[in-house]
């Protein structure tokens, strides 16, 4: 494009200084069709971008990674079925694929998808965990029991500290990870009744198959 | 009914303009005067048409029918009127509707005021024109149809993205289009002129008044843009270099570029293959801003919601648009005959050298608003081009293009006197050394900011040079100087309002950047904020309702020197339809300095975060816009762009005989 500029400048230097010599013509029928070829090279840029899916996806540096050493303390009070409600060691990661949601009572599409969290729980192949982020835990207590508690154990990441060094952008996010305790996949953004089917359980069952 | 009325307008304007894409052309190449005419006529039916469907649209939105989907999508029983009116371009499919409009409106102002135009001229670039609207009607009926129905209708609507529903962004999309489509006459003209394969001083003269309009209206819609950006987003900045205002930056800059090359063009023949050239980037970049905003090719907090089919459809129309004005470029820039001759001290110099730094700018923003695209789809590496990316390569370029500024309209054509216009300058040198003492008096540092604001007062004051030195102002009697101020061209006045608008803007950007206070921080009710002198006591937090929404308002006292002298009350307001939030900052100006605050989260502990600034002289950066646009609209009222339009010339002929 600095070139197609200089030669623009070339244009107008033509125009003011040097005027209708007789080889002037031909030098400058090539650089008249200098800004058609950078167009159409802009126009090829543009339609190979647009075939390229959703430029809002960033690109999570942690996939193929393993899930970094993590150790929170329990939501307390939390309890399902007479129990206490466990927090989350990275132990608990290897053997089984882990959905690792991470969710604030303060958020409101953490309640938006909370119910859609419930149903994927349903789901026996998988465990859901999550970690509650900069929370205060009688609010946190109070989201799950409004909205369900899909989450076998909840961590409680009080500081953020965590969140941190998983590479969290913002709530809510949610990671998919491997029996191998490697991060298989991450979606950023709430869970929603459009790409609950089309990605996520298209990635738990990716997920489900690579450790098998 | 009704919205299949405007629907169906909509489809008979299609029709219309095809007709009119062929018939005026076919007129012009046979030199029949009844098929040319047929284009002024279609012109005006089209505007007809359309402004019926916009109307039809408009009533969907004033009564609320949520049966048509777009109305359903973007408002709300809840909403003032003026939110209901507005939300209609708060969305894709309406603003493109709002598009076409303005663009019909400029086709039938052509139609209307161009009698002094060759018949065959105009013929042509009504043809033209309509080829714009023909391919941006089907791509709204085709791709974005904003009458599309809903069955059943909604009770209540989804209500208008909050941030959207301020007065500031209510005008802001208008004002831009009309700068962004304005600009599609003069690319019109261009073609034209190319078809026609003739182009002369003259077409510079037709032009010029429609590049002035449009670059007016983008001057104000790019600062309204600014200002709403400054006052919603609560970050107190004013410019992001965000994708999508660089999109309306950059017509802009090569609009001033175009606008200066028409004026040699017009006074001396030159430039003439590089104004053409000009004309046509200018609306392509206008174009590809649309293209950008809508097809999701690039990331950005204005996007519409994007959908790959649209963005084909709209770079297919850019291929058409640009790709077919360029070609032709290429295969008659070439015969085209040059002009004058000039030296390299001249007006015409001094005009070059503002055409190749505005458009050596307007290069730079291209290259920083698509490397990251380019990169990515070259290597698959994700970058973002920032801030210092554009304020490296933007200084350089605008330090040479504000010290010559001044130089320029005190050159003569053909030959200028370098050494009789510095001499003539001294009045703006010696304002740059007092600019620059009175700084240093008052701030003592950064070293740079102080250099800029004798550039700033070197700019306002170099700028009324013409106008002195025509006036003799100070050298003679008050009463002379002032008859001959009054006897100037309101061109003259309009370059003088232009380039010190320039200047004022500078002196906000550069107070604002190394002077503003920031205060962030947690605060309680009762807390002290100290902001450059100023004590900010916050009072606590109260719950309001508004109309459609609930809104947390912050109190704060402001104290300067133990008085109180004002309370602020940023908010931030939840709209429940949606389930988002807007901030609202509070601002309090003195004079045209600010204090700006803004409310953040609370927190967990019972604190507040807030969000203080102090921002010296930062209303002059809109001000400066405004000032512009002032200029710009004096210029356009100069008795001489208007010379020969057909009402000027009956009186005149009414004087002779009568």
């Known amino acids: 494009m600095l070139l197609t500029v200089r030669a623009m400048s070339d244009i107008a230097k033509n125009d003011a200084e040097k005027p209708a010599t007789p080889e002037a013509p031909r030098r400058r029928s090539w650089f008249a069709i200098l800004p058609l070829v950078a167009f159409l090279a802009l126009g090829a840029l543009f339609y190979f971008r647009l075939g390229a899916g959703d430029p809002n996806q960033l690109p999570s540096a942690l996939i193929g990674r393993p899930a970094p050493q993590t150790s929170l303390p329990p939501l307390e009070g939390l309890n399902a079925a007479g129990a206490n409600v466990p927090g989350i060691q990275s132990s608990d990661f290897n053997g089984s694929v882990t959905l690792v949601n991470v969710f604030a009572s303060w958020c409101i599409p953490c309640a938006e998808e909370a119910p859609l969290f419930v149903q994927l729980a349903k789901d026996k192949r998988v465990r859901v965990v999550g970690i509650n982020y900069k929370d205060a835990p009688d609010n946190a207590r109070r989201f799950l029991g409004r909205y369900g508690n899909p989450y076998q154990a909840v961590g409680v990441d009080a500081s953020g500290r965590t969140a941190i060094e998983w590479g969290v952008y913002g709530v809510p996010e949610t990671f998919i990870v491997g029996k191998d305790g490697k991060i298989a996949y991450k979606l950023v953004g709430p869970l929603t009744p459009d790409n609950i089917d089309s990605i996520m359980r298209v990635q738990i069952e990716k997920a489900l198959k690579a450790g098998a | 009914m009704i919205p299949e009325l405007g629907h169906y307008a909509l489809i008979l304007a299609l029709a219309i303009a095809l007709v009119q894409s062929v018939v005026p052309l076919v007129g012009a190449r046979s030199g029949d005067a009844v098929l040319m005419d047929v284009g002024t006529k279609a012109a005006f039916a089209q505007f007809l048409l359309v402004a019926f469907s916009f109307g039809c649209l408009t009533y969907s939105y004033v009564v609320s029918d949520f049966s048509v989907q777009t109305t359903f999508e973007n408002s709300h029983t809840m909403m003032p009127m003026i939110y209901k009116v507005t939300s209609l371009w708060g969305n894709h499919e309406g603003s493109m509707l709002l598009w076409v409009l303005i663009l019909t409106v400029f086709g039938a102002l052509v139609a209307a005021f161009s009698s002094n135009v060759p018949a065959s001229l105009k013929a042509t670039v009504l043809a033209v024109q309509s080829w714009i609207a023909g391919l941006f009607y089907l791509f709204i009926l085709i791709t974005s149809n904003p009458f599309a129905r809903l069955d059943p209708a909604p009770i209540q609507g989804r209500d208008l993205n909050p941030i959207l529903q301020d007065f500031g962004l209510a005008i802001h999309p208008p004002l831009l289009y009309i700068g962004y489509v304005g600009f599609s006459i003069s690319f019109s003209f261009a073609v034209a002129a190319l078809i026609e394969g003739r182009i002369d001083a003259a077409w510079a003269r037709w032009v010029r008044p429609w590049v002035l309009l449009a670059w007016i209206f983008l001057t104000l819609g790019i600062a309204m843009g600014s200002y709403w950006a400054y006052y919603t987003l609560g970050w107190g900045g004013w410019w992001y270099w965000d994708p999508v205002e660089n999109a309306s930056f950059m017509p802009w800059l090569a609009g001033t ?402």
């Open chain 2, 257 to 658: 570029a175009l606008l200066h090359s028409a004026l040699v063009m017009e006074k001396r023949e030159a430039l003439k293959v590089w104004t053409i050239l000009l004309a046509i980037l200018t609306f392509s970049l206008s174009l590809i801003g649309t293209f950008i905003v809508r097809s999701g090719v690039l990331t950005s907090v204005h996007a519409f919601a994007s959908d790959p089919a649209r963005g084909v459809f709209i770079l297919f129309i850019l291929v058409l648009l640009i790709g077919g004005a360029l070609s032709l470029y290429s295969l008659r820039a070439s015969s085209l005959k040059q002009g004058g001759l000039f030296a390299p001290i001249s007006r015409e110099g001094a005009l070059v050298l503002n055409n190749l730094l505005l458009s050596t700018a307007c290069a730079t923003v291209f290259v920083g608003t698509l490397y990251p695209i380019a990169l990515e789809a070259l290597t698959g590496a994700k970058i973002s081009v920032g801030a210092p990316f554009f304020n490296a390569t933007f200084a350089p370029l605008f330090v040479p293009l504000l010290l010559a500024m001044p130089f320029g309209p005190l050159l003569a054509w053909k030959r200028g006197d370098l050494k009789g216009a510095t001499q003539r300058l001294t009045f703006a040198f010696v304002a740059a050394v007092i600019g620059f003492v009175v700084a240093f008096a008052i701030a003592g540092q950064p070293v740079v900011a102080l250099l800029a604001i004798g550039l700033a007062a070197y700019v306002i004051v170099g700028a009324s040079a013409e106008f002195l030195e025509r006036t003799a102002l100070f050298r003679g009697p008050l009463g002379v100087s002032l008859n001959r101020a009054k006897g100037l061209p309101r061109s003259t006045w309009g370059t003088m309002f232009a380039h010190l608008g320039l200047g004022v803007t500078l002196l906000g950007i550069v107070c604002e950047s190394a002077w503003g206070v920031e205060k962030i921080g947690a605060f309680r009710p009762g807390d002290d904020i100290p902001v450059a002198g100023y004590e900010l006591k916050f009072e606590g937090i109260s719950m309001r309702a508004g109309p459609n929404y609930q809104e947390q308002v912050g109190t704060l006292e402001v104290f300067l020197g133990g008085r109180s002298i004002a309370v602020m009350e940023p908010s931030k307001r939840a709209f429940a339809a949606r389930g988002m939030g807007s901030t609202q900052s509070a601002l309090l100006s003195r004079g045209v300095t600010q204090l700006y605050v803004a409310l953040g989260d609370s927190n967990p502990d019972g604190t507040t975060t807030i969000r203080a600034y102090y921002k010296p002289l930062v209303l002059l950066i809109w001000i400066g816009g405004l000032v512009m646009a002032f200029g710009g609209a004096l210029s356009l009222s100069d008795r001489r762009l208007r010379v020969g339009s057909p009402k000027l010339a009956k009186n005149r002929a009414a004087a002779q005989t009568g």
